[in-house]
């Protein structure tokens, strides 16, 4: 049974100079209005069977169309060309049923039970006030296998109804696709640019539902992440979404953030060796049934953090404010759309990095991971622990972020426990480390949240080979990094809300000693060098120092070659054979480290600059721009980091 409590009516708003009547009609109109959307976002709305749904795509006027072209494209026959349509619809179409949704929701329980310590769900308050209002598009990132599942149990325990789930066909194997599609899963295909026929049944399905009143939700990433970081988002559902809102827009729209954080994951070795140059292996019932022995193990808490829902109508007023006027039944795409989805992705992008789960795991990982051999004594990581804590506390990256209510000490009694950490016992004082192999593992779920300590860690990277430094060069310098960094890891600041985020970073640094305000405060300086506060500043810098040594790469590769000789292609090639070589000789041998597709984010980006350019023979050419970058790395990396990357580049 479910009961749940509103916000409360004041009748008296309805006494107040009426009629005595119009009162009780007004107060049974709003109790219907209100109960009947509190129905639809618990329950939902009244579905047709399946076949009667697939009926309804197929006799729609775009289908009907989609038909005909076929017939004169491709030679078919009416019949044919209508049973390769009907065809398409049942591979799409989800077969949801209310009683296997509550059998798999009592099995959830079980599962979860066995396999987590516990899931914590953050900000669902939010959710809830904006449910009954508005259709949901939940937009998760993709972390693991698991999501799928997660996101309907939590929802369907808090009393809304399942969405139903855009799935890969990769996933619709025997027996379990059927089981998806009962849950509310509809399948699509990775591409299908080239069949027209199939994106019109498939745009006419979605259109229908979402007018129908079903929440829905769909991975804006597309696949999963290998790395931990956000991959780009995939403008290709977020764009039919829109467009079938535009053609029926019967309710508001809200696209809801879903952040994911595990502190164990299923698939982690997977990960590894994908990044290590292995292919991808493809779904099968096989691997499906070997993968289920990882049920054995324990795999700490999972987090759940909804973000700050996005009100389509407000994006649409934004681009296009007589976007009402325009009549789209049919297949066109008005001009704004394609910046609009743009926009679109790149917030929610954001909304789910603001919505952040900061847990053990992550604090331990980011610690370790930022001294070259990973590892520390047991009272440094402790110390650093509580660091982490006391500056996001004080300088929180959002108001939606979420942190353990742990000391550093507890953190770390924590995170062993679940067997992440060694231990050499010392005289002197034990050291924790990661193995090799743990060390690439955990660089995944220190990566969930590097956007979190993004700032600290470029304001701390100013400091490496400097002991003093201007206030607003510190400005300076973080205004022409920043664009960069921020496209990488989807930061939540504009670039005139930087300078403010700053300086309150600046203050909680200053605070706790990790730099020291001199001449008014117009001077920072870096602790003395035999303190605990500057070992401190420089193992905060290390968090950002991957990302500023590949952008330093790319730079000294243009410049080595000069304007006019590489391609774009050929740079990602030198970029990546170069990181690679830097990783074996100098650093942790970690594949996220020379990932192409960050080398050929930061290129792209710094083509959107006009730092680089193509001539006509398609070649890069470059001006002043790239050589003031080339002196921005002069000034953030030091002599001893620029030196391994020069020696590399240059053998």
Not at 243 to 267: A, Q, T
Not at 402 to 431: C, N, W
């Amino acid at each position: 049974m479910l009961v749940q409590f509103s916000q409360p009516i004041s009748v008296r708003e309805f006494l107040d100079d009426a009629p005595a009547d119009l009162p009780v009609r007004k107060l049974a109109r709003v109790l219907r209005v209100h109960f009947r959307r509190q129905r639809v976002a618990t329950i939902g709305p009244d579905l047709s069977h399946r076949r009667t749904l697939v009926n309804q795509v197929l006799i729609s006027q775009s289908v009907r169309r989609a038909i005909r072209r076929e017939e004169e494209v491709n030679g078919l026959s009416r019949i044919k060309a209508e049973a390769r349509a009907r065809k398409y619809a049942f591979e799409i179409a989800a077969d949801y049923s209310p009683p296997f949704v509550q059998f798999m929701y009592q099995l959830l329980r079980r599962l979860w039970n066995r396999i987590y310590e516990g899931v914590e769900v953050g900000h669902y308050d939010a959710l809830k006030q904006v449910a009954g209002d508005s259709e949901i598009v939940y937009v998760p990132c993709h972390r693991s296998h698991f999501d799928y599942l997660l996101l309907s149990y939590v929802i369907y325990e808090r009393g809304l109804i399942c969405p139903h789930i855009a799935a890969g066909i990769n996933l619709n194997l025997p027996v379990v696709g059927g089981f998806l599609r009962k849950g509310g899963a509809f399948f699509l295909r990775r591409s299908f640019r080239d069949n027209p026929l199939y994106a019109a049944v498939f745009n006419k399905y979605l259109s229908m539902i979402l007018a129908k009143g079903l929440s829905l939700e769909y991975f804006v990433e597309g696949g999963r992440s290998r790395t931990g970081r956000l991959l780009s988002a995939k403008p290709g559902m977020l764009s039919m979404t829109v467009r079938g809102f535009l053609r029926n827009p019967s309710r508001p729209v809200s696209f809801v953030p879903v952040y994911f954080g595990y502190e164990r994951l299923m698939e982690g070795k997977s990960y590894i060796s994908e990044l290590s140059g292995q292919p991808k292996q493809r779904e099968t019932l096989l691997a499906l049934v070997k993968s289920l022995k990882v049920l054995r193990k324990r795999f700490g808490r999972v987090y759940v953090n909804f973000g700050d829902p996005i009100p389509l109508v407000e994006l649409l007023d934004a681009h296009s404010p007589n976007w009402r006027e325009h009549d789209i039944s049919r297949e066109d795409r008005p001009p704004w759309l394609q910046g609009m989805v743009r926009e679109l992705g790149s917030r929610v992008l954001r909304g789910i990095n603001e919505a952040a789960a900061i847990n053990p795991v992550n604090l331990v990982a980011t610690a370790l991971l930022s001294t070259p051999r990973c590892r520390m004594l047991e009272t440094e990581l402790v110390q650093f622990l509580d660091l982490h804590l006391g500056l996001l506390r004080a300088a929180p990256y959002s108001e939606r972020l979420t942190l353990p209510e742990m000391s550093g000490r507890q953190v770390l009694d924590y995170t062993e426990q679940l067997g992440l950490l060694r231990r050499r016992a010392h005289k002197l004082g034990d050291i924790l480390f990661f193995e090799e192999r743990d060390a690439i593992l955990s660089s995944y779920f220190r990566n969930n949240v590097a956007h979190v300590f993004a700032l600290q860690s470029l304001i701390a990277c100013c400091f490496l080979d400097k002991t003093q430094f201007e206030r607003e060069k510190v400005f300076a310098l973080l205004r022409r990094v920043y664009p960069y960094v921020q496209a990488e890891l989807n930061l939540r600041w504009d670039p005139d809300q930087l300078e403010g985020a700053a300086r309150t970073m600046i203050d909680a640094l200053v605070e706790r000693g990790l730099l020291v305000a001199q001449k008014r405060g117009k001077v920072l300086a870096r602790p003395a060098a035999n303190t605990p506060e500057a070992t401190q500043l420089s193992i905060l810098a290390r968090n950002m120092l991957q990302a500023l040594e590949r952008y330093y790469v790319t730079v000294a590769l243009l410049l080595k070659h000069g304007p006019g000789v590489l391609s774009m292609s050929k740079l990602e090639d030198l970029c990546q054979l170069m990181a690679q070589r830097i990783s074996f000789l100098y650093q942790l041998d970690a594949p996220e480290f020379f990932d192409r597709s960050l080398f050929r984010g930061f290129i792209a980006r710094l083509r959107r600059n006009e730092v680089i350019w193509l001539d006509e023979q398609g070649r890069i050419d470059f001006g002043d721009a790239l050589r003031r970058a080339d002196d921005d790395g002069r000034t953030v990396l030091g002599e001893h980091l620029r030196h391994d990357i020069l020696q590399a580049v240059h053998l």
